[in-house]
């Protein structure tokens, strides 16, 4: 389990919203086992503000096998930052390698958004998801905008690029009701499908619309994304099972600028139908996962209120949902 962490004492720099936001090495990666929970990689870095919300720093991990890891580390900013938040900030925008031992430096997304830029916007990353397939791992970067390949420190390519859609303002905002304004794609999950492509949902940027988030499909060597399926709103995670059939985490059912902080969990079939799994008692959940078993697991910030019984683990800040399909 990825853990963002909640910032620090400092270096602190502006926020995006004029709030100060404080560096730390509060990020971690949390493994639970046997119902026990063990923190193996810590001092990660970690951004929030003075009260340690709004963290951005670890925020997936993809296991190979026992203590073998990949990890990202986001940032959610102009990666030349990291520059003025001191010498261990240059681990944010990154996915590492973990031995059991130690980290090492898989990819830096930062250097990497720096040079390229591959959705032509401003500068900006925040690496979120991680998928392993074909010998190679893949990103889903939210604030580049693109799916990414990674194959060593300098060897990340752009597999997909998402762009900008125009979205109806909302009725605070100056423009008229209804005018459209540029969205930002947001691409938040990535995981790969029975038939080697990738599947990957967006949040989508502000003005957060219901109803405007999709599933993209990316072939397996990359190319122009196809919306695999639609009429999501602001999905946080997303898996894939062996048979094809997705299941889509919404983090905020009715827009994350919408009062209710309730999420819902989706399954949809190969054939496109859809059957709401979960959505009461799911208050901003963050990650799904498809287990072993078949059984699914949902992370979420808060302690979950259940709708069903069957839960396989509570852990620290977070609850596991299992759902015995």
Known sequence: MAEAGRGGDGPCIPGPEGVEICYGRSGAVTR????????IITRLPSRAEADGTGALGTS?????????LFVTVGLGRDPRVRDELGPGAQRFARVFRYN???????????????????????????GTSLARAH???????????????????????????????????????????????????????VAEGPDGSFYVGQLTGFPFPQRGARVYRVP???????????GFTNIIDLDVDEDGTLYVLEIARDSLLGPDATGALWRVHPDGSR??????????????????????????????????????HRG??????????
């Open 32 to 39: 639970i086992e046997d119902g026990q929970q063990e923190r």
């Open 60 to 68: 997936d991990i993809l296991v190979r096998r026992k203590d073998r």
């Open 100 to 126: 059991g031992r130690r980290l090492r430096t898989l990819a830096d997304i930062g250097d990497y958004e720096i040079r390229v830029n591959p959705d032509g916007g401003l500068i900006d990353t925040n």
């Open 135 to 189: 010998g190679r791992t893949v990103l889903a970067d939210a604030g580049g905008n693109a799916l990414l390949q990674l194959r060593g420190r300098r060897r990340v390519r752009a597999l997909a690029v998402f762009e900008n859609r125009p979205a109806p303002a909302p009725p605070f905002l100056e423009p008229p009701p209804g005018t459209a304004i540029p969205m930002q794609a947001v691409p938040t999950a």
């Open 220 to 230: 397996r060597g990359g190319g122009e994304p196809e919306i695999a399926v639609d």
């Open 275 to 312: 059957d709401l799994i979960a959505s009461q008692g799911l208050v901003y959940p963050t990650g799904v996962s498809v287990g072993p078993d078949g059984a699914l697991y949902v992370l979420q910030l808060r302690r979950l209120q259940r709708a069903r019984p069957s839960v396989a």
């Open 316 to 325: 620290a800040e977070a609850d596991l949902l299992h759902d015995p399909r």
